[in-house]
């Protein structure tokens, strides 16, 4: 019966009873009115599949799949990382198929990759009808109605809508299979189905997308909003709850035939053991050795140990994605409610007026930098954004702008008119505003960037700047199509407005500190030749 022992059913499932599930119904009556009203009962006793060795067993819930199920009982819509064959997919179909018999007039979407996965999908929900008992038919005195390529419904109004794409059918129910392939293939398509399949879902209703990862896409920006909704206990009900299932805890993830550990599968597994506090078993070294020598490093993207790993693909030219999930993610250091009132806030700019105009909000202290805010937009005069940053009632140290700002542009009769600086800062002294202005040296793009992996380790920010933690996860190289590989340059897109104002900010910082830095080992020096700090 179910795959699960009684320490991990308790702790998934509180407010169920284990000794219950293993005991069988002692008559028709029993089965009926007890047995019958629980969903977890049914999906693991009443519903046939056809297993990974082709042949028909009665569905039986396995350990990742409880670990779902579970975390969709906790919360409706949920965000499923996974590494291979862990069953997801699988599960999802029962559940929803047992759902749209037991219970009238939902509206159940399927949203496979493609056609041919549709086609699969509809076999599949076809087989688990056709093997369902004529005793639970009858019971339910439901029927088959409409059986074609695209639904499946049945005489309690209730229907499968099995689809690539949904966006005018107001939906109950909704799975989304391997979503991170589709965004890695059709970005356009990812983006459909956030902005359509995904709004087609009623609110409280389940929920779930699940897929391995595939690089940096719709997917991964999905699973980080989550996380990130997690950390802060943000969770609305449109939120997605984030479940990671590692190959690690997979019970099929395992190999009776010894392999020789090599010196890099030992410095990994060295690595694993001690960040997850756990012992890796020999048939579990085994087997990640026999994929590891089929696959190569597309294995921590197949079969990850780790979110990180599973994000951290081959094909993958962002510049700060991996040192901001080790950092900043991992570490925690995304937080709700992070400004001070005790600290200047210094604001950051990247200047646009057909363009984005992007503000960073940082406090430092020692040694520390904490983006507090952020604001975009596009459009407005620099004194609009001055007008928004004044008005949050911050003490504003100074506002550092880009180096085009002291540029002076041709007035009439060819005379130098005032530049944007001098404009700003005459604003600033009309408003009443105690804070200054400076702008920063004009630095190359390579620079910026390493000053921004400079200080990642260092930074903390705050949950409402969606903005600038998507720039941090998202801003890349560019991606030549015909040589198959990442040219030299950023990718000029959404998130490059905002990677500017955060090399601004970095390189500043950076200089900043090292000037601190430097005063402090002159003081040293001077107290340890006079033995007076002067």
């Known amino acids: 019966m179910l795959k699960i022992d009684r320490e991990t059913f308790e702790r998934l499932y509180p407010d169920l009873d284990y000794d219950w599930f293993f005991t ?33 067993v009665v569905f039986n819930m396995n350990y990742a799949q409880h670990v779902t199920y ?58 688990m009808w056709e093997q369902l008992s004529d005793g639970v038919k009858n019971f339910l005195n439901i029927k088959l109605l409409k059986d074609n390529a695209k639904a499946f419904s049945f005489s309690n109004h ?51 997308i699940e897929s391995t990862a595939e690089g940096r896409n719709e997917f991964s920006f999905m699973w980080d909003a989550a996380i990130i909704a997690k950390m802060s206990n943000q969770l609305a009900e449109k939120d997605f709850y984030p479940v990671f299932l590692p ?16 010196a890099e599968a030992a410095k990994y597994f060295a690595k694993l053991e001690k960040n997850l506090k756990r012992t890796l078993t020999q048939p579990q070294k085994n087997f990640w050795i026999i994929q590891y020598r089929e696959l190569g490093d597309d294995i921590y993207q197949e079969y990850p140990a780790t979110p990180e790993e599973a994000f951290a693909a081959s094909r993958d030219g962002t510049y700060y994605a ?42 430092w202290y020692k040694g520390e930098y904490r ?22 009632g911050w003490r504003i140290g100074t506002y550092y702008f880009p180096h085009d700002m002291a540029v002076r542009e041709l007035g009439e009769g060819n005379g130098l008119a005032r530049s944007r600086e001098d404009m700003a800062l005459e604003y600033l002294k009309e408003i009443g505003s105690t804070a200054k202005l400076d702008v920063l040296e004009k630095t190359g793009v390579e620079h910026g960037i ?55 900010m970095a390189q500043h910082l950076v200089e900043k500190q090292s000037m601190h830095e430097s005063q402090m080992r002159v003081r040293k020096r001077r107290v340890r030749n006079t033995g007076h700090d002067v």
């Open 322 to 363: 991996k040192v901001f999930q080790a950092n900043v993610i991992e570490f925690k250091r995304v937080v709700v409610d992070l400004y001070d009132p005790n600290l200047e806030v210094d604001v950051y700019c990247d200047i646009g007026v057909d363009d984005y105009f992007v503000m960073v909000f940082v406090q």
């Open 450 to 504: 390493e000053a921004v992996r400079r200080i990642v380790p260092k930074l903390w920010i705050d949950t409402a700047c969606e903005y600038l933690i998507n720039c941090f996860n998202n801003y890349s190289k560019e991606w030549d199509d015909k040589l198959k590989q990442w040219k030299p340059k950023p990718l000029h897109n959404e998130y490059c407005h905002g990677a500017d104002a955060l090399r601004g």
């Open 247 to 262: 190959w690690i805890e997979d019970p099929d993830c395992v190999s009776d035939v010894y392999q020789t550990t090599t």
């Open 371 to 392: 983006i507090v805010g952020e604001y975009i937009n596009n459009g407005y005069s620099t004194n609009f954004y001055i007008d928004h940053a004044e008005a949050r």
């Open 158 to 208: 209730s229907t499968m809508f099995i689809r690539v794409s949904f966006r005018s059918t107001a939906l109950q129910r909704l799975h989304i299979s391997e979503f991170g392939k589709i965004a890695h293939k059709d970005p356009k398509r990812a983006k459909e189905t956030k902005t359509g399949t995904l709004q087609a879902l009623g609110k409280g209703n389940t929920g779930a």
């Open 24 to 56: 069988k119904p002692k008559n028709k009556q029993e089965l009926e009115q007890v047995y019958f009203k629980s969903k977890l009962w049914r999906l693991n006793n009443m519903y046939s599949i056809i297993n990974k060795d082709g042949e028909p």
């Open 70 to 127: 579970a975390a969709s009982r906790q919360h409706p819509r949920i965000i499923i990382l996974k590494s291979r064959q862990q069953g997801i997919s699988t599960l999802w179909l029962v559940s929803f198929f047992d759902d749209a018999i037991w219970a009238p007039y939902l509206n159940i979407g399927l949203m496979a990759q493609g056609t041919d996965e549709a086609a699969m999908l509809l076999e599949r929900v076809k087989f």
